[in-house]
Each structure stands twice: as structure tokens, then as C-alpha cells.
């Protein structure tokens, strides 16, 4: 799957995995969740106090509600022609990928919402996914994150950053030297939003799923304590 969380149009998260694409060897380092510790969740605020705060996906989370913000994110990919797997699919695979991995959302105060918060963001690090992707994710010191996005309202105000840090902390956590996402190759918008960001390519993939190339970034992370 990949990432696409450009700042004009669509959500980083593409990763395009039919299947949640993490496609990585998941022996070595990417073993099952289970074996790694789950984070204590401390909400991650922006420097201005704004309501917005990172936080892991629960049971009380709608499902739909997230599928259509991927769809409203990635619109601007669709109406370039390309059909990213976020911008195109199912409740059952949004729910199948948000639990195949450590699934992240922003989310904003909203009294008039059922659970008093709404989603205006998400990024799934970690996707465990049936389908072998490109070699560079089968590395053991290579982690991952697809299925990134924002809400195209309010686009440009940090949430992006925010999401991105947590992916790279929890990565760094984990163990890893590298974090790579798949992203459509076409969206030269969004390749400079990423290489702003310190990531690079590596390589050219090409998914099953999709009608385009995908390019292959990763960006080596800092070592913890250091």
C-alpha cells in the first residue's frame, strides 16, 4: 500500500496494498505485533495547544468514518487517473488493514460527535500484509507505514508532522534503522513532500492492485537516546 498525504490533494496512505501491503519478510525484526510491546499512548500535541492529539485506534472508532476520509484524501490522486487502493476501498478492507499493523489517528475535539472526537487523520505503521512487496521492505532493518492520510479541510496545519513523528518514534522504538513507504510515482507533488522530510528513493515498484508505478523512500531515523 502506499503513503500519500500530499498537502493540496490526497492522504499518504497508499501504501497499495490489496491486501495491507506491508509486504515485508515478517521473520527477523517485522515478527508478529504480539511480540512487540504496544506503546502507552500519550496524546502527542502540537506546539500551539490545539485540540488535535495522536492516539492508537480503539473499538469505539468508526470504521466508515475512516474509509471516507481516505477516499476524500485521496481524491485528488483518482482525478489524476491513478487508483490507489485508499482512495477506492471497502469498509471490510479499511477494518483488515486498521488491525494488521499499529493503526494512528489524529483526532479533533467535537462535542457533537458520538464519541466527542472526530478523525482528521490517520497513518497505519507496521502493516502486516499477505502480498510481497518491493525488496527494500524485506530488510530486517526496514519498517514501514502506509494508509496515511489527512482531511483535505484543514490540510497544512501540522497534523501531517505529527503523524509522520509518531510513525518515525514508534519505528525507532522498534528497533529500526529505516522507514519506507510506497507511494504513487505520478504524484511529483506529494514525492516533494516526502523529500522535504528528510526520505529518498530507493527503487520503483510495481503492485498488483494498481495502474501505476509506485516509488520505493525511505529515510534513515535517528537511534534512540542519541
Given at each position: 500500500m502506499e503513503a500519500n498525504v500530499p498537502w493540496y490533494h490526497s492522504a499518504l496512505g497508499t501504501r497499495h496494498?490489496?491486501?495491507?501491503t506491508r509486504h515485508s519478510a515478517l521473520g527477523t525484526r517485522h515478527s508478529a505485533l504480539g511480540h512487540r510491546a504496544m506503546p502507552y499512548d500519550r496524546p502527542v500535541m502540537p506546539a500551539d495547544a490545539s485540540?488535535?492529539?495522536i492516539r492508537l485506534l480503539s473499538h469505539r472508532d468508526s470504521i466508515p468514518e475512516i474509509t471516507n476520509l481516505l477516499h476524500r484524501a485521496y481524491a485528488g490522486q483518482v482525478a489524476m487517473g491513478l487508483q490507489p487502493l485508499a482512495g477506492r476501498q471497502d469498509d471490510e478492507t479499511t477494518e483488515r488493514r486498521c488491525y494488521s499493523g499499529e493503526c494512528y489517528l489524529a483526532v479533533e475535539r467535537?462535542?457533537?460527535h458520538h464519541i466527542g472526537e472526530k478523525i482528521v487523520g490517520i497513518i497505519l505503521f507496521h502493516e502486516e500484509e499477505a502480498d510481497q512487496g518491493p525488496p527494500w521492505f524485506q530488510k530486517s532493518f526496514v519498517d514501514s507505514f502506509s494508509q496515511?492520510?489527512?482531511d483535505?479541510?484543514?490540510?497544512?496545519k501540522g497534523i501531517g508532522r505529527m503523524l509522520l513523528d509518531k510513525a518515525e518514534q514508534r519505528a525507532a522504538e522498534c528497533g529500526a534503522a529505516e522507514l519506507a513507504l510506497s507511494m504513487a510515482d505520478p504524484d511529483r507533488g506529494l514525492m516533494e513532500f516526502y523529500l522535504k522530510r528528510g526520505y529518498r528513493l530507493i527503487e520503483s515498484w510495481q503492485w498488483s492492485y494498481t495502474n501505476y508505478r509506485s516509488a520505493i523512500l525511505s529515510k534513515t531515523l535517528k537511534q534512540m537516546g542519541l
Amino acid at each position: 500500500m502506499e503513503a500519500n498525504v500530499p498537502w493540496y490533494h490526497s492522504a499518504l496512505g497508499t501504501r497499495h496494498s490489496a491486501l495491507g501491503t506491508r509486504h515485508s519478510a515478517l521473520g527477523t525484526r517485522h515478527s508478529a505485533l504480539g511480540h512487540r510491546a504496544m506503546p502507552y499512548d500519550r496524546p502527542v500535541m502540537p506546539a500551539d495547544a490545539s485540540p488535535i492529539h495522536i492516539r492508537l485506534l480503539s473499538h469505539r472508532d468508526s470504521i466508515p468514518e475512516i474509509t471516507n476520509l481516505l477516499h476524500r484524501a485521496y481524491a485528488g490522486q483518482v482525478a489524476m487517473g491513478l487508483q490507489p487502493l485508499a482512495g477506492r476501498q471497502d469498509d471490510e478492507t479499511t477494518e483488515r488493514r486498521c488491525y494488521s499493523g499499529e493503526c494512528y489517528l489524529a483526532v479533533e475535539r467535537d462535542l457533537k460527535h458520538h464519541i466527542g472526537e472526530k478523525i482528521v487523520g490517520i497513518i497505519l505503521f507496521h502493516e502486516e500484509e499477505a502480498d510481497q512487496g518491493p525488496p527494500w521492505f524485506q530488510k530486517s532493518f526496514v519498517d514501514s507505514f502506509s494508509q496515511f492520510a489527512v482531511d483535505p479541510l484543514i490540510q497544512g496545519k501540522g497534523i501531517g508532522r505529527m503523524l509522520l513523528d509518531k510513525a518515525e518514534q514508534r519505528a525507532a522504538e522498534c528497533g529500526a534503522a529505516e522507514l519506507a513507504l510506497s507511494m504513487a510515482d505520478p504524484d511529483r507533488g506529494l514525492m516533494e513532500f516526502y523529500l522535504k522530510r528528510g526520505y529518498r528513493l530507493i527503487e520503483s515498484w510495481q503492485w498488483s492492485y494498481t495502474n501505476y508505478r509506485s516509488a520505493i523512500l525511505s529515510k534513515t531515523l535517528k537511534q534512540m537516546g542519541l
